[in-house]
């Protein structure tokens, strides 16, 4: 089974650091995404990549920024922590067969910003 | 873009069917279906996908119409834990040719005892 592995459970940061959120996969993906999940918006995505050091904006892309250096991590990058920040961070990765393909998404990471 | 629409609950009782419906009114010819569910406290899972025939896995079954403008998830036997968020999604394509997924806010399936 593919595994996506999210590099903390819970976060807790100060207004304006520069956090980093940490994403491995274990199957040797193509495709990685970042979403962010707040309660009654569902899930909306905010970077993805479709090969190393490739990289393409989702719907809210601003304040965040990604690297992919590697094809089995994707980190995204808050580059100045703000409150309105605070939110579930979930990523996913995938094959890039489209005609037999799955997201498999990681546990999330809580981030909390103060 | 095509777009999904989906209640936003239903209620089922344990040991039933669940059938969980999804209008897609504007899907083109070359898009998957794709469903995912939401766990209490998860990542989303995939469940399944398909484009024209219905579709079995050991976890449910896809039904699609003819005309391909509505589907339908069936759990065969609804237990406590698939209550969950269900997502029914169409992939969209970037501005750099490239598929996405966006996801909804779903269908909260609630089971009851």
């Known amino acids: 089974d593919v595994k996506v592995t999210q590099s903390s459970r819970y976060l807790v940061k100060r207004t304006g650091e520069k956090v980093f959120l940490e994403c491995v996969q274990d199957?040797?993906?193509?495709?990685m995404f970042w979403y962010r999940q707040d309660p009654g918006l569902g899930l909306r995505l905010i970077y993805f990549?479709?090969?190393?050091?490739?990289?393409e904006k989702g719907d809210i892309p601003e304040g965040y920024s990604v690297s992919r250096e590697k094809k089995e991590r994707f980190s995204l990058i808050l580059e100045s922590a703000s409150t309105n920040q605070t939110s579930m961070y979930l990523c996913?990765?995938?094959?890039?067969?489209?005609?037999?393909?799955?997201?498999?998404f990681g546990s999330g990471t809580r981030l909390t910003v103060v | 873009d095509a777009k999904t629409t989906q209640p936003n609950s239903m209620e089922s009782n344990e040991e039933e069917p669940v059938h969980l419906p999804c209008n897609h009114s504007?899907?083109?010819?070359?898009?998957?279906i794709h469903w995912y569910r939401q766990l209490p406290s998860q990542g989303p899972e995939y469940v399944i996908h398909?484009?024209?025939s219905n579709v079995n896995n050991r976890m449910a079954s896809l039904a699609i119409a003819e005309d391909r403008k509505s589907s339908t998830l069936i759990l065969h036997r609804a237990t406590l834990r698939d209550a969950a968020v269900y997502y029914c999604?169409?992939?969209?394509?970037?501005?750099?040719?490239?598929?996405?997924?966006?996801f909804g806010t779903g269908t909260r399936l609630t089971i009851i005892p």
């Open positions: 996913a990765s995938s094959p890039p067969d489209r005609t037999n393909y799955g997201y498999t």
């Open positions: 199957m040797d993906h193509e495709n």
């Open positions: 504007t899907i083109s010819g070359t898009d998957y």
């Open positions: 999604i169409l992939p969209l394509i970037s501005n750099f040719g490239n598929e996405k997924l966006t």
């Open positions: 398909g484009l024209t």
């Open positions: 990549s479709y090969d190393v050091k490739m990289k």
